[in-house]
């Protein structure tokens, strides 16, 4: 399965899921630079395992952060 740098977004809330740095607990934060310092996940079987575990059905939103639109 292909890989890169992903992050998950609530489409409800706008938060983005992390582990919690202190606990290692899945938490949301409003704050992109948490999401990308503690929240990067890189594999779509984990992706699609934190959304099935931590979102509402068809509220997630999954961003490529190597997307290249040029």
Request: aromatic share 10%; charged share 20%.
């Amino acid at each position: 399965m292909a890989s890169g740098r992903f992050i998950i977004q609530s489409g409800v809330t706008f938060q983005f899921l992390h582990v919690h740095p202190g606990t290692g607990d899945v938490a949301w934060t409003p704050s992109l630079a948490t999401a990308v310092r503690f929240g990067v996940v890189d594999d779509f079987d984990d992706i699609r395992q934190l959304v099935d575990d931590h979102c509402d059905k068809g509220s997630a939103l999954v961003v490529d952060l190597d997307a290249d639109f040029a």
